[in-house]
C-alpha cells in the first residue's frame, strides 16, 4: 500500500483547493531545537477587566462606550485596515510605458468589524460549551446577510428568521454599503503567537469591494473542478472520501468533515468541510449551525489538550463572495481552515521561513500523524481537571 | 500625480513576478501595540563557542569533525529536509477514483547543504566587509555550478576559474548525483524570529528534483512577460524603471538595484535585481560579485542599523533551474528577496496571519515609506559607534 510509504520518505502532496504543492518531511521531526521558544500562556486572567477594551461596559479607543452586551458584541474596527470612504484613485492608463505595466495599483475600500465570542474576558472558544458557540455562528451569519448583494442568489436564501445584526454602538453596521463589497473574510487570530494582542474572545470581520487572493485561487479550482467533474463539488466530493478513509479524520458529525487535510501545511492544520454543498452561512439550518458548533468546539478543545496550552491559531471562513455570478457562488463551497503554529510543545513552533518563502511550504510529521493525535485527545478540556 | 495619494488611500498593488495581489493600508501604522514583544538580541558572543557545531574544528551531531576553515565551509545538513536516497515511491495510477484524483503525491529527492560566512561565531553579514562576502558568493557559485545538468547552457557559461567545492568532510559534495536535480534554493535564516536556531552565521542550499512552487510561479510569469513584450525580460525592464524613479531605491551599483518592490508584503522587504539579463550565479562575472557582495553588505547593515539590533530575515536567491528547457533558462532572471519581520522597533514585529493566511498579504507602511528609511540609515554599523 503506497500511503504507508510516504510515512517515510520525503515526497509532495498536491492541493487541488490552491493548485499548490507542499514538501513533507516526515523523518525530519528528530532534528534537536534549540531556538527560539514562545512563552507558555499561563496567565490568570479576570472575567471582567478594566482596561479591556471589549469588555461589556468599557470604553473604547475613540470613546465608544460598549453595552452590556450578554453573548457577542460586532463594532467598526477603531484601527481599520480598510475604510468605506477615501479619496478616489483612478489608476494611469495604460499608455505601454514600463510605468504603467510594472506599477499598477487598484483602491480598495471596504469595513473591519470586530466581534466579541464572549462577554467574559477570560475564556476561549475552547471553554465554551456548543450551545454558547451557535450565537456567535448566528451573528457571523446575520452580518453576512446583511452585506449580501440584493441580486445576489444568496439573498433569496437567507431566511427571514436570521438575527438582525445588533448590539452595535454605531448604527452602521446594518446599512447597505455606498458600494457593494465583494468578499467577506471572518476570522480569528487566537494567541500571542498568532498576532492577537488582546486576550478576550474575538474575531474579525473584514469586507472588500475586491476579491481577495486566496478566495480567487480557491473559487478558480472549485469552479473547474466542477466544469470538468460534470458538475459535483470538489470539497463534497473530498469530504466523502476523507470520512470513508478515516485516517485524516479529526471529528465528524452529520453535516460537517473536520480533519487534517491531506495537503495540510502546518503541523495540525485543520479544515472544516461541509458534508453536504452549502454555499455560504446563509444556507445552514438551525441543524447544520448546531453540527458545526460542536466542530468548532471540539477542535478548539482539542487544540488545548494537545499540548496542554492556550492553542494559537488563525481560523477563517471561506464560502461564497458577496457578489458575483450565478456560476461562481454555485461553485463555492463554506468550509473553514484552522492554522496553528505549534509543532513540538506549547512553546516550539513550527517556522514557514527561508525555503517556505522562497521556494515551498515544508512540513515535517504528516497529516495523518497529526490526526491521529488529535483524535487521541478528546474528552474534558484539560484544564478542567486540573 | 496618482501615486502620492497613495500614500494615503487602502490599495492594492500588483506583483508581475507572481501574479499576486497585496492590500495596502498605510493608516493603519497608527494603531497601538500590545501584543508579543519579540525578545531583543543585546546578547554577547564569543568569536568562537565550544559548543557550536560550525565553529572551526568542532564536532557535530553525527560525529564530523569542522576542518579549521577560514572562510566559508559546507557540508551536508545532518538534518536534511530531502535526501539522495529513500524508498522508491509509484503513485497509483489514475483510474477515476476519488482517491486518485484528490490524494496526489510525488516523490521527491534532493540534497540539503549547510554554508557557514565566516569562522567567527559572534559575526553577521552586516558586520562582514564586502570583500569577505565575495568568497560566499564564489562558493554559492561553485556548488550552484556542481550541481548543473551537464547539458544546460549555463553549464558552459560556467567559467573555469569557478572554485571547485571543497571544505567538505564527505565527498558527495563534487560528485554528480544520481538523479539530476531540477532547482536549488539558497537562503539564510537570520535571527530566532525567522526559525534560525545558530547565532553562527550560515545559511542554507536545499536541492530537489522537482521545481518548487516560487521559482515554477516566477518562472512562468517570466517566461509569458518574454513572450509578450517581444523578448524583454520583465526583472531587467523593473530594475531600470526602478533605477529612474529612486522612490523606492535603497542602494544601487553598476550591476545590481536594491529596493523595497512597489508590491512588498513584508514591511522592509528588498529585492536585488541583476542590472542586466543574468540567468544565474555562473553569468556573474568578477565584477559583479564583488557589487553583489556591496549590495548584501549594504543592505544588512542598514537593516541592523534601522532599529539598532541585529535584524532578522530570511533571504534567497531566485535564479535558473539546474536543468530545464532553454527557454526556461534563457527567461530566468538572477535575483535575490529579503524578507524580514520587524515593523515598528527591535521588539515589534509584523504579522502576517488571519487576514493574511485566509485573504491575501495586508501590509501597512508604504514601500516608499520603507525605502526612504533605509535609504536614510547608511553609514557606519551602529554597533561601531557604540
Ligand atoms: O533548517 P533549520 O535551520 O533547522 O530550520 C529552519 O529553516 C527551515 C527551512 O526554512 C524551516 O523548515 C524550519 O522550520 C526552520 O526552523
Ligand atoms: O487587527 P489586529 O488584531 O490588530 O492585528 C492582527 O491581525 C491582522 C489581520 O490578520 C494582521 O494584519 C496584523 O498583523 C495582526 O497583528
Redesign the pocket.
Known sequence: MPEALLDDISHRRYNPLRGSWVLVSPHRTKRPWQGQQEASSRIELPSHDPSCYLCPGNKRAQGDVNPDYESTFVFV?D?A?VREQQAEYEPPAQDGSLATRLLKAESTTGKCYVITFSPEHNVTLADMPASTIVPVINKWTSIYTSHLDPHSPLAKAARPTTIPPSGSTNGSLDSQPKQQHRYMQI?E?KGQAM???NPHPHG?IWTTTSLPEEPEIELHNLRQYRREQGGSHLLEDYAKLESEKGERTVVENSSFWAGCPWWGTWPFEIMVVAKEHKRALVDLDERNKEDLAEVIAEITKRYDNLFETSFPY?MGIHQAPLSGTKEEIDASHFHMHFYPPLLRSATVRKFLVGYEMMAEPQRDITPEQAAKRLRDCGGELYRRKL
Do not use: L, T, V
Open positions: 474596527n484601527y485596515a476570522f487570530n498576532g492577537c494582542s474579525q488563525s
